[in-house]
């Protein structure tokens, strides 16, 4: 499979925003859903936040509720996250990955997700 593609990352000052994309090569590959995780080093990938293809439903990690915003469009087979009021401690290399079946919904762990992309990196400076 094509892996997804993700871009929009970069270094920002603490309180400003970042939009970072995801991009799937087609449909059949794109999934039930896809999702967003980030890693710092030394540490495992942690949740961030997931959007369904059909429904539109979402879920957020707590550290990204109120601040991020993960939307998609169909037609470009694409997924955003909006973050805003960026912290220091939201610094780390954001993936974007595919979930395959939506039998009991949004998921949350990496393991229930495949076709990772290479990760962008998101810097914050205080």
């Known amino acids: 499979q094509v892996p997804v593609v993700e871009a929009g990352g970069g270094l920002v000052q603490a309180g400003n925003s970042l939009r970072l994309s995801c991009k799937a090569s087609?449909?059949?590959?794109?999934?039930?859903?896809m999702g967003w995780f980030r890693q710092t080093p030394g540490n495992q990938r942690e949740f961030v936040a997931a959007i369904s293809w059909g429904a539109g439903n979402t879920e957020y990690a707590d550290s990204a509720e109120g601040r991020f915003t993960i939307s998609r469009d169909i037609d470009k087979v694409t997924i955003y996250l909006q973050m805003n009021n960026l912290k220091p401690e939201d610094t780390a290399v954001y993936y974007c990955a595919v979930q395959r079946s939506g039998a009991y919904g949004l998921r949350t762990h990496e393991y229930e997700y495949d076709n990772w992309g290479k990760g962008t990196q998101v810097t914050v400076s205080s």
């Open positions: 087609d449909h059949t590959s794109s999934g039930y859903a």
